[in-house]
């Protein structure tokens, strides 16, 4: 399919060609004497069209694979183009001998022997132009599914944050902790008085550490202590809960209520009954501390949307390197998360985030701006090299301002967008729109 899609564009492409070489011949006073000889044209200019297109376009495909995501760099550019410019060449040499020697039945050593460098210009600048024009398509194209990509992946996020925030602390886990509470009101007030002295102190330290960066181990593993004995009261003896007797370094720092998260993530997706304790400990195994419960999940359960386990990978990524990491396995399920030293440089993560931000953009502008004085550059650089091989080629026609005026529109296109300028809809238009649209909605 991709090869007859290739073939069909490279035929449209090439009738265009004709078209315009038509134009200008006639404009020269060259007409073709009958049919045949148009029609012998007309399959020559496509074999030349044809074959120059698919080897560009399969060679721009070898260096998307070569270099994913980076073809327009400056480096990656220059090896393209000059890669381009030698297949072109071969190609149109190649072509040349099919046609002199296969098919009008010429000696090769004759061909080679007078064979000038004239025959190939206007081939080589036909191709040239419409590989700008693919090379230019191209990169639109990708610019703009890279835009829709970014603005995915930053809907994602802020989708993200905002359920990890919406789900700090399981709604459920209050609904069932009230319930419980009812039920011991009524057979054992002591134990409700307990109940709720905990149940306090949890959501205590939830309001109290849920802005914090880090919070200690010791800390956290107390908490964590505290929210099982909450669901011990709930479960009787159904979960046998096991955390370490000794730390390593309880000042050492952890992301605050990430315990939490994992115990009821455990809690959640697994039966828990009598006939079937749910055992979950915690231990401390080479800088990281590891969750681990049994596996047996339940039998009619929601789809997980994973977003607990995202809110700790994602708050970890912003202080680590060292992942978080998951084993699971028919019989338990474990999560490991890094502990992190207790010097370690907390930052201002809204800062950080902005100025990486900032960075990118500013890299981002810099990278822009070197494309676009590359590609002036060029543009001055070729622009007398086309009015040269206009008057070697006594042409009688100024076919040179083709190929300048057009690739000066790409040139002109490509500084507006670089400088963010656009007559019809530019920065105060938008901004405008985006202000009238905002009181709309309010």
């Known amino acids: 399919m991709r090869i007859l899609k290739d073939l069909g564009k490279a035929l449209f492409v090439g009738s265009l060609v004709f078209i315009v070489i038509g ?101 080589f600048v036909i191709s040239v132009v419409v590989t ?16 829709v990509t970014e603005q995915k992946i930053i809907a994602g996020t802020a989708s993200a944050k905002f359920d ?28 409700a008085t307990r109940f709720t002295t905990s149940l306090s ?37 159904s979960i046998v809960f096991t955390k ?50 049994n596996s047996q999940p339940k039998q009619v359960l929601k789809e997980s949307t994973g977003v607990g386990l995202r809110n700790i990978r994602d708050r970890y990524a912003l202080l680590t390197k060292r992942p ?22 907390i930052m201002n993560t809204a800062d950080t985030f902005i100025s990486e931000k900032k960075y990118k953009l500013a890299k981002k502008r810099v990278e822009k701006l070197k494309g676009f004085y590359i590609h002036l550059v060029v543009y001055i650089l070729f622009s007398p090299v086309f009015i040269y091989l ?4 006594q042409a009688g026609f100024p076919w040179a301002l083709f190929p300048i005026v057009g690739w000066g529109i790409g040139v002109m296109g490509h500084a507006a967008e670089t400088f963010n300028y656009n007559p019809f809809f530019g920065k105060d238009w938008e901004e405008k729109k985006i202000r009238e649209l905002m009181d709309k909605d309010e």
Do not use: C, W
């Not at 200019?45 to 495909?61: D, E, I, K, R, T």
């Not at 990890?164 to 009524?186: G, M, R, W, Y």
């Open 23 to 123: 134009i200008i011949e006639y404009i020269n006073g060259h007409t073709y004497s009958n049919g045949y000889e148009l029609l012998i044209g007309f399959l020559y200019n496509q074999m030349y069209s044809v074959v120059l297109y698919m080897v560009n376009a399969y060679y721009f495909g070898f260096l998307l694979k070569q270099f994913p995501n980076a073809v327009f760099k400056v480096k990656n550019l220059f090896k393209g183009l000059l890669g381009g410019v030698s297949i072109t060449l071969l190609s149109l040499f190649l072509l040349r001998v099919f046609t002199e020697v296969v098919i009008d039945g010429r000696n090769f050593s004759e061909f080679i022997a007078s064979e000038l460098v004239q025959n190939y210009y206007i081939s």
């Open 132 to 147: 700008s024009i693919f090379y230019a398509a191209y990169y639109y194209r990708n610019k703009q599914e890279k835009r």
């Open 164 to 191: 990890a925030l919406k789900n700090q602390l399981d709604p459920h886990f209050l609904f069932n902790s009230l319930n419980v509470l009812t039920s011991l009101i009524e057979e054992n007030p002591e134990a």
């Open 201 to 237: 102190k949890v959501y205590r330290y939830v309001l109290e550490q849920k802005s914090k960066e880090l919070v200690t181990l010791e800390e956290e593993l107390k908490f964590a202590e505290l929210y099982m004995s909450l669901l011990a009261v709930r479960f009787e003896d």
């Open 244 to 293: 370490p007797s000794k730390l390593e370094n309880p000042q050492a720092k952890v992301v605050p209520l990430s315990l939490q998260l994992l115990l009821e993530n455990a809690v959640k997706h697994n039966q828990v009954m009598p006939s079937k304790k749910l055992y979950i400990t915690i231990s401390e195994e080479n800088g990281n501390l590891i969750v681990t419960n």
């Open 324 to 345: 978080v990491i998951i084993n699971e396995n028919r019989k338990e399920f474990s999560i490991s998360i890094p502990i992190l030293g207790e010097n370690i440089q």
């Open 390 to 393: 206009n008057y070697i080629s």
